[in-house]
């Protein structure tokens, strides 16, 4: 017997609060690693708050360079597209306020000998069901608002703003996505494109933003009975910092599977690779998508869990739901053999003292190229240990 179900992911833009709060906690990040003679002992766990005209940078940082708050956050707001009153936040006018203090000696004497950063479980899953291994639902919703933003910088629809936020649900049958059931569009837009009530969007806007945005991310997935919610209060002019405040940290779910699989209780953005919330979370997406990549499983996912101050993990927990092609057991001990744990490990094998933080920001963690986490490298021994096992 066929079995349908319908599962929703959503993503929200680079001009959405709490994304601007992770670019610019990433951005201080990236700017530490690259100034920094010595960044092996830099340490950064920088959070960022963001309200009406107002910026709030903070957290612990130890480091030799010198960071340029203000600048450099100025600059990570003007580039996301706050230029103008018009948005309700402009990158020359908003008030920033920084309250970065150092690292707790408490904590550094247990990373700078080599262990984790703090205690926590780490999840990383891949799945066949996109060449990103990757969920659909999850991975149309990035491209959406990754749409959004190229469409506003092209200016190809001139009315948007900065915010805008993309829900998908996709249609499922038996364990396979089959078609787009319903998508949620949501642009900031200046009031050009309101009707004669001032109250909502016209509908030749509606229409645009459907064929010029939805249209390209959603051919071959979209049919005649794809349900289209546009702007579904009327209107979206009052966007951004103006209408909600934002922090760093609070869209885990869309910086990973988009709730496919569960979570781990910390936050990527603005923490440098010592925090194994970032680093290990990491290793699990390099480790689940060379599993799927070697074909041992369609669907794979793996959890790992430390102790603050101990370098190797505590537990490895794999789950393949019912597509293994081996035993657990087998798995764990391949994910032993062939993947660093141990913090610094980890550090060394994903190059994670590169400053190509930024970049993960927006857009989701994991299934874009350019990454040394989505690298399939050790698929093909994966493939030939297991034969041997």
């Known amino acids: ?83 103008h009153p018009k948005y309700g936040f402009d990158y020359n006018t908003c008030a920033i306020v920084n309250t970065i203090n150092a690292q707790s000696p408490d904590i550094a004497q247990g990373v700078n000998t080599g262990g984790a950063g703090d205690q926590g479980i780490m999840f990383g899953y891949a799945c066949s069901e996109t060449s990103e291994l990757m969920p659909l639902p999850i991975t149309l919703a990035h491209r959406l608002v990754k749409r959004m933003a190229d469409v506003r910088r092209a200016n190809t629809l001139s009315y948007l703003g900065p915010d805008c936020k993309s829900q998908v649900t996709v249609e499922y049958e038996n364990g396979e996505p089959k078609r787009v059931d319903s998508v949620v569009i949501a642009c900031q837009h200046t009031d050009d494109i309101l009707d004669a009530s001032g109250k909502n969007i016209t509908s030749k806007a509606r229409s645009e933003m459907i064929k010029v945005i939805a249209g390209p991310v959603l051919k071959g997935f979209a049919d005649k009975n794809t349900k289209y919610f546009v702007n579904q209060t009327g209107k979206f002019v009052v966007g951004g910092p103006q209408s909600d405040t934002g922090m760093t940290g609070r869209k885990i779910v869309v910086d990973t599977y988009g709730g496919s699989i ?55 927990f794999v789950d393949t739901y019912g597509t293994g092609k081996i035993s657990d057991d087998k798995l764990v001990k391949l994910i032993r053999q062939n993947f660093e744990l141990t ?24 299934g874009r190229d350019g990454f040394s986490w989505e690298k399939t490298d050790k698929a093909a021994a994966l493939k030939l240990q297991a034969g041997r096992l």
């Open 262 to 316: 569960a979570h781990g209780g910390g936050a990527f953005s603005g923490k440098d690779p010592t925090k194994v919330d970032r680093s290990a979370a990491y290793m699990c997406r390099y480790i689940a998508k060379n599993i799927v990549a070697a074909k041992l499983a369609e669907r794979f996912m793996v959890q790992l869990s430390y102790v603050i101050g101990y370098a190797e993990p505590l537990s490895i």
């Open 343 to 366: 913090p610094k490990g980890i550090i060394s094998c994903l190059r994670l003292l590169t400053p190509i933080y930024k970049k993960t920001a927006c857009y989701g963690h994991f």
């Open 1 to 83: 017997m066929s079995r349908k179900y319908f599962f929703t992911s959503e993503s929200v833009g680079e001009g959405h609060p709490d994304k601007v709060c992770d670019q610019i906690s990433d951005a201080v990040l990236d700017k530490v690693l690259s100034l920094d003679k010595d960044a092996k002992k830099s340490r950064v766990a920088c959070e960022t708050y963001v309200t009406m005209g107002l910026l709030i940078v903070g957290g612990e940082i130890t480091t030799n360079a010198y960071i340029d708050i203000q600048k450099l956050a100025r600059e990570v707001v003007r580039d996301i597209g706050y230029t």
